[in-house]
């Protein structure tokens, strides 16, 4: 029994993670996303990590370190790792006051410009979109503004994440109930199947996004991303540094059409990270646009 306990001991003595261990895979991790895991959140990587090493087979945080530069299947590990340090929290109808002022301001005018240059053409991006929630709402709104005349639009929802994981649940489109938490009664009757109390996100709103794994910390993924006219990344940027900051927004800012749209989250703001836009105050929030 004694030596049972102090092996328990010992393993677990194994897999703490040292400062120097800490640091080394914090400038890795901020190397590969540009999310910056601050000290207190030490704990928080040991304790979620503690399981790939024991897949892994590895003996310290060190050698999972090495694995993660060298190993053959480093690629599929650093998706892994992704998954520990970002968060993936969302819902459908997020922040409701915001996307009132999505719809009434923002689409509004989109779409009284495209019928003006005699176009029928929208691009939004939404950046960080975890499970799909965000994207699948943004359509969901779009059908709800534009009724039957939808589909003699042209339409696409660029919907990109680190993550490999929530992308796949996203393609799936099948959500509990807590995910539609605020959502409208109504909302959830016209747009989901009810299956077995799992609710299906309907085709004809599945087929506006299109989803893709983007690393924002990566230039050359950004570029690559169509132009769009309103750009949504939500509580994504919280998790970066200001360096890292300022390239993202940048990025978004290169994309954005003139006259484009950007939507951060509600507790993120621009403040010391870009001046290029110009902030338009609705009562709810914020809104930043490209001047054209
Ligand atoms: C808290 S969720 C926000 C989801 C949604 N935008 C919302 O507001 O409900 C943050 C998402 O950003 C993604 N993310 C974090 N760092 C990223 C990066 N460097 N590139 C792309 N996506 C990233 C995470 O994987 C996560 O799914």
Same mark, same amino acid.
């Given at each position: 029994?004694?030596s &049972?306990?102090?092996?328990?001991?010992?393993?677990q003595?194994?897999?703490?993670?040292?400062d120097?261990?800490?640091?080394?895979?914090?400038?890795?991790?901020?190397?590969?996303?540009?999310?910056?895991?601050?000290d207190?959140?030490?704990?928080?990587?040991?304790?979620?990590?503690?399981?790939?090493?024991?897949?892994?087979?590895?003996?310290?945080?060190?050698?999972?370190?090495?694995?993660?530069?060298?190993?053959?299947?480093r690629k599929?590990?650093m998706n892994?790792?992704?998954?520990?340090?970002?968060?993936n929290?969302?819902?459908?109808?997020?922040?409701?006051?915001?996307?009132?002022?999505? #719809?009434?301001?923002? &689409?509004?005018?989109v779409?009284?410009?495209? #019928?003006?240059k005699g176009?029928k053409?929208? #691009?939004?991006?939404?950046a960080?979109?975890?499970?799909?929630?965000?994207?699948?709402t943004?359509?969901?709104?779009l059908h709800?503004?534009?009724?039957?005349?939808i589909?003699?639009?042209?339409?696409?929802?660029?919907?990109?994440?680190?993550?490999?994981?929530?992308?796949?649940?996203?393609?799936?489109g =099948?959500y509990?109930?807590?995910?539609?938490?605020?959502?409208?009664?109504?909302?959830?009757?016209?747009?989901?199947?009810?299956?077995?109390g799992?609710?299906?996100?309907?085709?004809?709103?599945?087929? &506006?996004?299109?989803?893709?794994q983007?690393?924002?910390?990566?230039?050359?993924?950004?570029?690559?991303?169509?132009?769009?006219?309103?750009?949504?990344?939500?509580?994504?940027?919280?998790?970066?540094?200001?360096?890292?900051k300022?390239?993202?927004?940048?990025?978004?800012?290169?994309?954005?059409?003139?006259?484009?749209?950007?939507?951060?989250?509600?507790?993120?703001?621009?403040h010391?990270?870009?001046?290029?836009f110009?902030? =338009?105050?609705?009562?709810?929030?914020?809104?930043?646009?490209?001047?054209?």
């Open positions: 029994m004694a &049972l306990f102090s092996k328990t001991i010992t393993l003595k194994e897999l703490k993670i040292s120097e261990e800490f640091t080394q895979l914090r400038d890795f991790i901020y190397e590969q996303s540009g999310i910056y895991v601050a207190n959140r030490k704990y928080l990587l040991e304790n979620r990590l503690a399981n790939r090493l024991k897949a892994l087979n590895l003996k310290s945080y060190g050698e999972y370190f090495y694995f993660l530069r060298y190993d053959p299947g599929q590990e892994r790792l992704f998954e520990v340090v970002t968060t929290e969302t819902s459908f109808y997020r922040n409701p006051p915001q996307l009132d002022v999505f #719809r009434d301001k923002v &689409l509004s005018e779409i009284r410009e495209q #019928r003006d176009r053409s929208l #691009r939004i991006w939404s960080g979109c975890s499970t799909g929630e965000e994207p699948y943004l359509a969901i709104i709800e503004v534009l009724g039957p005349e589909k003699t639009w042209d339409i696409k929802i660029a919907a990109n994440d680190i993550s490999e994981a929530v992308l796949a649940s996203a393609r799936r =099948v509990s109930e807590y995910a539609l938490r605020t959502t409208p009664k109504e909302i959830i009757a016209r747009y989901f199947t009810n299956e077995d799992r609710y299906k996100i309907n085709p004809e709103v599945k087929q &506006l996004v299109t989803y893709g983007i690393n924002l910390s990566d230039r050359a993924q950004l570029k690559r991303v169509e132009r769009s006219q309103v750009v949504f990344c939500r509580n994504v940027i919280i998790y970066f540094d200001d360096d890292m300022r390239k993202v927004i940048g990025a978004f800012y290169d994309n954005l059409t003139p006259g484009g749209f950007l939507l951060i989250g509600h507790s993120e703001s621009l010391n990270i870009s001046r290029a110009k902030p =338009v105050h609705h009562p709810g929030a914020i809104v930043y646009r490209k001047e054209s």
